[in-house]
């Protein structure tokens, strides 16, 4: 997942994302006051001079300035940002000069710089370091940034420039980039409300602003039940099943949240998952599978589903505002799907298949499960731990026995090496920057010649106030306009810390995790375009998980695994025999991971295609998950209560069907490195690069792949790699 600015996207990142509780939107459009922002955070007064408002100095381009922020003076410092903002659009909107592309087009890629930097510094507080005041000012933070971007939508001076372009004769002597990213602004305007009347976009800017704060409460509320619903284990006899890696790392996490006689089960995935895969103690599983699914839904001050409700409410009437049928249509025009139709029949091609190879799933635990007469009917809480049963009897492959060789630091450096075989990447560790925890590392990422690419930052590991997941972040977007701007990303995750002194072991789920963020890296850092608009991922989103997903199946090649997967303990390499049946079992209990996901984004699209005009989302869940046939054995991989892709931002709504879009390009795009017979064909590589990796948003990206694959795409090639049915 990539993770744009939540609040305000870069000045045409064309991404609308803001970062966001409440009554009806009608009562926050009539009554402003009811839509004010009465969050208490104390204010400090802005130096012009302060470090949070200058261009970033030191080496390799200039780097954030992480051991000179202070976070009170965030809220001035963004106050102060959009300011500058405001009057460099203002400017290039009062000018008198007629509209060209370079003195309207160009002016605005350049504008907005210094927000962009303190959003930036902001944003790495709330998603990583989210504690102290940080949540309070970001309830005061995302109103102001809402108002500014639409400030800036509904500035008819502007709009006039750009439309005026969009409409000129000259438009027939731009380059093909410079033709979309007129293209790109101008639609991105009308859809944002530039050519509504005043009253509408009086209430429009008015939804806008109170989804801002919605959408930062529903995160917030997330958050605290990640950090308050921990399992505490008192009595070692139930730590059995558990493997010695994850029983050292309960037993750290407990330590450092001063219980160091007990063993904690923290409520994040990367804790969660492993215990329901090993622990055999069932009602502890139970117990850790419904502090984890029932986040944002325990029915107390953190509960979402009276913000989710408003949400809902506040999309559907601002598409209608803004001339939609309802949210998807307006979400999904700018992608490559178009219409919640074309996405429904992809997820509908698939779904019934998945469904059928989970009953034959169940049906294999079912029979394990009566075999040792446990007495049980396979539970939610009980699938993933005899999916492992079942994987050792059919394939004599126990994934414990695989996690020794899973090392976060060799796999660290297998990434590395493949980014140097496909695209002549060369890492080296530094020293010399800044970080914003001790946790994280920094590389400098350089080209064959040695020519400085950008730089790459990695958080990897789970901490209170870090939010769940994995994502990836630009902190500084590729640009070539009037010098060349290298990159500056980072990669974010939750993994669990490693006892001192000892490797950091993760599943394999995990490594398939890093190496899928570590590909949305890649394709910013391959970015070679001129606007920072059209930089790396700025494609659209069905497009943008392409390059992230096929880097997965670089894990699994002979040679990163020969080579990085080595024991912790010994050193030696992961022997062929384990090797082979991990190759055997690469298609074992896809039932399970294609339901778990395609339930979300089914309910996803049914929540913003609705006509209700109330919606309760717990009932809306459950009816909707009926209606589809969702097997009883297995939950929604996001249940609606803590789906932030969907409600902590405007930017995966009616969108985690993306996922499966882009593996449909993924699926078929890997059988041409298949079909060289090599995932390091340097042929095949050089044309993911040109064609994909390295264009940005600066053709289209059906174009893109077309030119990559050769034809448009195959949609069989996904049901394959699934291991399902082709009909």
Known sequence: MIHPHPYLPKMLALVVSVFVLAPQWVTAAENPAAASDDTKVEKKEMSSDSVMLKPWTGPYGGVPPWNLVRQEEFLPAIETAIQIASEELNAIANQSEPPTFENTIVAMEKAGKTLDRVETLFDVHTSNLNVGPIPDIERAVAPKLSEHRDSIYQNEKLFKRIEAIYQSDAMKSFTVAQKRLVDDLYKTFVRQGAKLNSSDKAKLSQINTRLARLFTDFSQNVLEDEKGYVTWIDNEADLAGLPDSVIAAMKSAAEERNHPDQWAVTNTRSSMDPFLTNADNRDLRETVWRNYYNRGDNGDAHDNNAIISEILSLRAARAKLLGYKNHAEWRLEPTMAKTPAATMDLMMKVWPKAVARVREEVADMQAIADSENANIT?????????????????????????????????????????????????????????????DVRVWKVEDADGNRVGLWY??????????????????????????????????????????????????????????????????????????????????????????????????????????????????????????????????????????????????????????????????????????????????????????????????????????????????????????????????????????????????????????????????????????????
């Open 378 to 438: 396979i539970a939610p809480w009980d699938y993933r731990y005899y999916a492992e049963k079942v994987r050792k009897d059919k394939y004599d492959l126990d994934f414990n026995e695989v996690k020794p060789y899973l090392q976060l630091e060799k796999l660290r450096e297998a990434m590395m090496w493949a980014a140097g075989e496909l695209y002549g990447m060369q890492f080296t560790e530094i020293k010399d920057v800044p970080v914003f925890h001790p």
């Open 458 to 727: 990695l958080d990897p590991y789970a901490r209170e106030g870090k939010r769940s997941g994995a994502w990836m972040m630009d902190y500084r977007s590729q640009e070539n306009i009037d010098e060349p701007i290298t990159p500056v990303v980072s990669n974010n995750s939750n993994f669990v810390k490693g006892v001192a002194g000892k490797p950091s072991l993760i599943s394999w789920d995990d490594a398939v995790t890093l190496f899928h963020e570590f590909g949305h890296a890649l394709h910013s850092l391959n970015s070679k375009v001129n606007y920072p608009s059209q930089a790396g991922t700025s494609v659209a989103r069905d497009y943008v998980e392409f390059p992230s997903q096929i880097m997965e199946h670089w894990l699994d090649t002979p040679e990163v695994l020969s080579q990085y997967a080595v024991h912790y303990e010994t050193g030696k390499p992961m022997p062929q025999s384990l090797l082979d049946k991990i190759k055997n079992a690469s298609k074992f209990n896809q039932g399970f991971d294609t339901v778990e996901y395609l339930s979300s984004a089914i309910v996803d699209m049914k929540l913003h295609t609705t006509d209700q005009t109330s919606i309760d989302p717990d009932a809306f869940e459950k009816q909707t998950l009926k209606e589809i046939g969702m097997p009883d054995e297995i939950p929604m991989r996001h249940r609606t209560p803590q789906f932030a892709h969907i409600f902590s931002s405007d930017s995966y709504s009616a969108g985690y069907y993306s996922y499966l879009w882009s593996d449909a390009l993924t699926a078929d795009a890997v059988e041409v490195f298949e079909e060289a017979g090599s995932f390091y064909d340097k042929p095949t590589a050089k044309s993911l690069h040109d064609n994909v990796m390295s264009v940005g948003d600066t053709i289209d990206p059906a174009e893109g792949f077309r030119r990559f694959r050769g034809r448009d795409v195959d949609t069989s090639a996904l049901l394959r790699k699934r291991g399902f049915p082709v009909d």
